[in-house]
Protein backbone atom coordinates (compact mmCIF):
# COMPACT_ATOMS: atom_id res chain seq x y z
CA UNK A 1 0.00 0.00 0.00
CA UNK A 2 1.10 3.52 -1.24
CA UNK A 3 0.65 6.24 1.27
CA UNK A 4 0.24 10.31 -0.05
CA UNK A 5 0.61 12.22 3.53
CA UNK A 6 0.36 16.13 4.18
CA UNK A 7 0.88 16.88 7.30
CA UNK A 8 0.36 20.79 8.71
CA UNK A 9 1.24 22.01 12.50
CA UNK A 10 0.78 25.35 13.23
CA UNK A 11 1.44 27.39 16.64
CA UNK A 12 -0.10 30.26 16.96
CA UNK A 13 0.83 33.06 20.10
CA UNK A 14 -1.41 35.16 21.46
CA UNK A 15 1.67 37.80 21.91
CA UNK A 16 4.55 38.00 20.01
CA UNK A 17 7.39 35.30 20.83
CA UNK A 18 10.90 36.49 21.51
CA UNK A 19 12.36 32.80 20.00
CA UNK A 20 11.56 29.30 19.67
CA UNK A 21 13.08 26.06 19.33
CA UNK A 22 11.01 23.09 17.65
CA UNK A 23 12.20 19.45 18.00
CA UNK A 24 10.88 17.66 14.51
CA UNK A 25 10.89 13.90 14.10
CA UNK A 26 8.72 14.25 11.27
CA UNK A 27 10.75 12.11 8.49
CA UNK A 28 10.04 8.46 8.11
CA UNK A 29 12.95 6.29 7.58
CA UNK A 30 13.32 3.10 5.16
CA UNK A 31 12.92 -0.37 7.27
CA UNK A 32 11.71 -3.73 6.43
CA UNK A 33 8.18 -3.01 6.16
CA UNK A 34 8.46 0.61 4.74
CA UNK A 35 10.13 2.75 1.87
CA UNK A 36 10.21 6.16 1.63
CA UNK A 37 10.02 7.39 -1.77
CA UNK A 38 9.96 10.91 -1.23
CA UNK A 39 9.33 13.01 1.89
CA UNK A 40 9.86 17.10 2.35
CA UNK A 41 9.59 19.52 5.40
CA UNK A 42 7.92 22.53 4.72
CA UNK A 43 9.42 25.01 7.38
CA UNK A 44 9.69 28.91 7.52
CA UNK A 45 13.66 28.51 7.80
CA UNK A 46 16.23 25.97 7.30
CA UNK A 47 16.78 23.56 10.40
CA UNK A 48 19.63 21.59 11.19
CA UNK A 49 19.18 17.73 10.77
CA UNK A 50 20.91 15.15 13.07
CA UNK A 51 19.96 11.96 14.44
CA UNK A 52 19.13 11.72 17.85
CA UNK A 53 20.20 8.86 20.62
CA UNK A 54 17.74 6.37 19.06
CA UNK A 55 18.43 6.73 15.29
CA UNK A 56 15.40 9.05 14.73
CA UNK A 57 15.93 11.85 12.01
CA UNK A 58 15.39 14.86 14.37
CA UNK A 59 15.58 18.37 12.00
CA UNK A 60 16.20 21.18 15.19
CA UNK A 61 14.34 24.83 13.93
CA UNK A 62 15.42 28.01 15.92
CA UNK A 63 13.86 31.14 15.41
CA UNK A 64 15.57 33.91 16.90
CA UNK A 65 13.19 36.61 15.69
CA UNK A 66 10.12 37.86 17.23
CA UNK A 67 6.94 36.20 15.66
CA UNK A 68 3.03 35.12 16.07
CA UNK A 69 3.19 31.75 14.37
CA UNK A 70 4.87 29.13 14.03
CA UNK A 71 3.80 27.07 10.85
CA UNK A 72 5.69 23.58 9.85
CA UNK A 73 4.96 20.97 6.93
CA UNK A 74 5.55 17.54 6.02
CA UNK A 75 4.68 15.54 3.09
CA UNK A 76 6.04 12.86 0.60
CA UNK A 77 4.88 9.22 -0.45
CA UNK A 78 5.54 5.88 1.58
CA UNK A 79 4.76 2.42 0.63
CA UNK A 80 4.35 0.07 3.35
CA UNK A 81 4.67 -3.58 3.19
CA UNK A 82 1.43 -4.95 4.75
CA UNK A 83 3.18 -8.68 5.06
CA UNK A 84 5.43 -7.84 7.39
CA UNK A 85 5.83 -8.39 10.96
CA UNK A 86 8.60 -7.52 12.54
CA UNK A 87 11.56 -5.37 11.54
CA UNK A 88 15.20 -6.51 12.80
CA UNK A 89 17.68 -4.01 14.62
CA UNK A 90 21.22 -3.64 14.42
CA UNK A 91 21.39 -1.86 18.13
CA UNK A 92 21.17 -3.36 21.39
CA UNK A 93 17.31 -3.70 22.50
CA UNK A 94 18.30 -3.71 26.17
CA UNK A 95 18.26 0.26 26.48
CA UNK A 96 14.54 0.05 26.27
CA UNK A 97 14.52 -2.28 29.52
CA UNK A 98 14.29 1.11 31.17
CA UNK A 99 11.56 2.94 32.88
CA UNK A 100 10.99 7.10 32.54
CA UNK A 101 8.63 8.86 34.79
CA UNK A 102 5.98 8.51 31.83
CA UNK A 103 6.49 4.91 32.18
CA UNK A 104 7.56 3.88 35.65
CA UNK A 105 5.49 0.62 36.76
CA UNK A 106 3.95 0.69 40.20
CA UNK A 107 3.00 -2.39 42.46
CA UNK A 108 -0.56 -2.40 40.43
CA UNK A 109 0.84 -2.32 36.71
CA UNK A 110 3.71 -5.25 37.62
CA UNK A 111 0.66 -7.38 39.14
CA UNK A 112 -1.59 -6.82 36.27
CA UNK A 113 1.67 -7.83 34.11
CA UNK A 114 2.23 -11.00 36.17
CA UNK A 115 -1.49 -11.84 36.14
CA UNK A 116 -1.87 -11.42 32.32
CA UNK A 117 1.64 -13.24 31.17
CA UNK A 118 2.99 -15.63 34.44
CA UNK A 119 5.50 -17.14 33.35
CA UNK A 120 5.25 -16.51 29.38
CA UNK A 121 7.81 -14.16 27.89
CA UNK A 122 6.42 -14.84 23.83
CA UNK A 123 4.70 -13.13 21.41
CA UNK A 124 1.18 -14.66 22.54
CA UNK A 125 1.32 -13.53 26.17
CA UNK A 126 2.19 -10.55 24.86
CA UNK A 127 -0.78 -10.34 22.52
CA UNK A 128 -2.52 -11.54 25.80
CA UNK A 129 -1.16 -8.09 27.35
CA UNK A 130 -2.53 -6.08 24.96
CA UNK A 131 -6.01 -7.35 24.42
CA UNK A 132 -6.42 -6.99 28.34
CA UNK A 133 -5.53 -3.63 28.48
CA UNK A 134 -7.32 -2.68 25.67
CA UNK A 135 -10.44 -4.16 27.78
CA UNK A 136 -9.04 -2.30 31.14
CA UNK A 137 -8.56 0.98 29.62
CA UNK A 138 -10.88 1.99 26.96
CA UNK A 139 -10.30 5.11 24.58
CA UNK A 140 -11.62 8.23 25.80
CA UNK A 141 -10.17 11.53 24.39
CA UNK A 142 -9.45 14.45 26.78
CA UNK A 143 -9.39 12.36 30.30
CA UNK A 144 -5.76 12.35 30.19
CA UNK A 145 -2.76 15.32 29.87
CA UNK A 146 0.64 14.57 27.62
CA UNK A 147 1.88 14.41 31.19
CA UNK A 148 -0.11 11.64 32.88
CA UNK A 149 1.95 9.02 33.89
CA UNK A 150 0.76 4.93 33.05
CA UNK A 151 0.41 4.31 36.86
CA UNK A 152 -2.12 7.44 36.46
CA UNK A 153 -4.08 6.12 33.65
CA UNK A 154 -3.91 2.65 34.84
CA UNK A 155 -5.33 3.80 37.62
CA UNK A 156 -7.77 5.91 35.90
CA UNK A 157 -8.82 2.89 33.28
CA UNK A 158 -8.94 5.17 30.82
CA UNK A 159 -6.86 6.83 28.19
CA UNK A 160 -5.70 7.41 24.84
CA UNK A 161 -3.17 5.41 22.32
CA UNK A 162 -0.58 7.55 24.26
CA UNK A 163 -1.98 6.24 27.48
CA UNK A 164 -2.28 2.56 26.38
CA UNK A 165 1.65 2.78 24.71
CA UNK A 166 2.85 4.09 28.14
CA UNK A 167 1.17 1.20 29.57
CA UNK A 168 1.96 -1.54 27.66
CA UNK A 169 5.75 -0.49 27.72
CA UNK A 170 5.72 -0.21 31.71
CA UNK A 171 3.93 -3.78 31.72
CA UNK A 172 6.21 -5.24 29.43
CA UNK A 173 9.45 -3.54 30.80
CA UNK A 174 8.45 -4.80 34.34
CA UNK A 175 8.24 -8.59 32.86
CA UNK A 176 11.55 -8.03 31.62
CA UNK A 177 10.95 -7.75 27.82
CA UNK A 178 12.56 -4.29 26.00
CA UNK A 179 9.85 -2.24 24.55
CA UNK A 180 9.31 1.34 22.85
CA UNK A 181 7.42 3.62 22.01
CA UNK A 182 6.05 4.31 18.72
CA UNK A 183 4.86 7.45 16.97
CA UNK A 184 3.66 7.48 13.78
CA UNK A 185 0.35 7.49 11.20
CA UNK A 186 -2.70 5.47 11.31
CA UNK A 187 -4.49 4.69 7.82
CA UNK A 188 -7.79 3.75 9.18
CA UNK A 189 -9.86 0.85 7.93
CA UNK A 190 -11.63 1.57 4.89
CA UNK A 191 -11.45 5.20 5.22
CA UNK A 192 -8.91 7.67 3.19
CA UNK A 193 -8.56 8.98 6.84
CA UNK A 194 -5.22 9.55 7.98
CA UNK A 195 -4.67 10.09 12.00
CA UNK A 196 -1.48 10.89 14.44
CA UNK A 197 -0.96 7.96 16.17
CA UNK A 198 1.06 6.31 18.75
CA UNK A 199 1.76 2.06 19.60
CA UNK A 200 4.83 -0.08 21.16
CA UNK A 201 7.24 -2.59 19.96
CA UNK A 202 8.55 -5.50 22.11
CA UNK A 203 11.22 -7.04 21.32
CA UNK A 204 10.75 -11.10 20.75
CA UNK A 205 13.08 -13.41 19.13
CA UNK A 206 15.63 -11.27 17.99
CA UNK A 207 12.91 -8.95 16.38
CA UNK A 208 10.30 -6.00 17.07
CA UNK A 209 7.02 -6.57 16.95
CA UNK A 210 4.12 -4.40 16.79
CA UNK A 211 1.18 -4.36 19.69
CA UNK A 212 -1.56 -1.63 18.93
CA UNK A 213 -3.15 -1.28 22.21
CA UNK A 214 -5.61 1.54 21.14
CA UNK A 215 -7.04 -0.63 17.86
CA UNK A 216 -5.86 -4.39 18.90
CA UNK A 217 -3.11 -4.43 16.06
CA UNK A 218 -0.45 -6.83 16.24
CA UNK A 219 0.24 -6.35 11.96
CA UNK A 220 1.20 -2.61 11.60
CA UNK A 221 -0.46 -3.02 7.83
CA UNK A 222 -1.73 0.26 8.09
CA UNK A 223 0.79 2.36 10.09
CA UNK A 224 3.85 4.26 9.25
CA UNK A 225 6.39 4.98 11.54
CA UNK A 226 7.90 8.10 12.45
CA UNK A 227 10.49 7.64 15.03
CA UNK A 228 10.75 5.92 18.31
CA UNK A 229 11.78 5.89 21.86
CA UNK A 230 11.82 5.56 25.49
CA UNK A 231 8.32 7.11 26.28
CA UNK A 232 6.10 10.31 24.19
CA UNK A 233 8.99 12.67 25.02
CA UNK A 234 11.64 10.90 22.88
CA UNK A 235 9.12 10.42 19.80
CA UNK A 236 6.56 12.74 19.49
CA UNK A 237 6.64 14.79 16.22
CA UNK A 238 6.71 18.31 17.40
CA UNK A 239 8.05 19.44 20.73
CA UNK A 240 9.10 22.94 21.29
CA UNK A 241 10.34 25.58 24.03
CA UNK A 242 9.85 29.26 23.62
CA UNK A 243 10.74 32.83 25.40
CA UNK A 244 7.25 34.32 25.77
CA UNK A 245 3.52 33.98 24.39
CA UNK A 246 0.52 31.67 25.29
CA UNK A 247 0.65 29.19 22.44
CA UNK A 248 -2.08 27.62 20.90
CA UNK A 249 -1.38 24.24 18.29
CA UNK A 250 -3.56 23.35 15.46
CA UNK A 251 -2.57 20.10 14.15
CA UNK A 252 -4.40 18.78 10.14
CA UNK A 253 -2.91 15.29 8.86
CA UNK A 254 -4.07 14.60 4.84
CA UNK A 255 -3.83 11.77 2.85
CA UNK A 256 -4.64 9.97 0.15
CA UNK A 257 -4.15 6.08 -0.42
CA UNK A 258 -2.48 4.96 -3.63
CA UNK A 259 -3.64 1.15 -3.47
CA UNK A 260 -1.77 -1.03 -5.58
CA UNK A 261 -3.69 -3.48 -7.28
CA UNK A 262 -2.31 -7.08 -6.46
CA UNK A 263 -2.46 -10.19 -8.94
CA UNK A 264 -5.19 -11.66 -9.32
CA UNK A 265 -7.22 -8.91 -7.41
CA UNK A 266 -10.36 -6.88 -9.10
CA UNK A 267 -11.33 -3.31 -8.36
Not at 129 to 142: A, C, D, I, K, S
Request: proline share 4%; hydrophobic share 40%; glycine share 8%.
Amino acid sequence: MKLAIHHDTTYRYADRVRASIQYLRLTPQDSARQRVLDWQLELPQAAHALRDSHGNILHVLTLDEPHQAVVIGAHGHVEIDENCESECASGSPLPYLRGTALTAADAALREFARACCGEQRDRAALVGLMEQLHQRMPFTPGITQVETTAAEAFALGLGVCQDHTHVFLACARSLGVPARYVSGYLCRAGSSTLASHAWAEAWIDGAWYSFDVTNRLTRPSRHLKLAVGLDYLDACPVRGMRRGGQEQMHAQVQEAPLLQQRPGQQQ
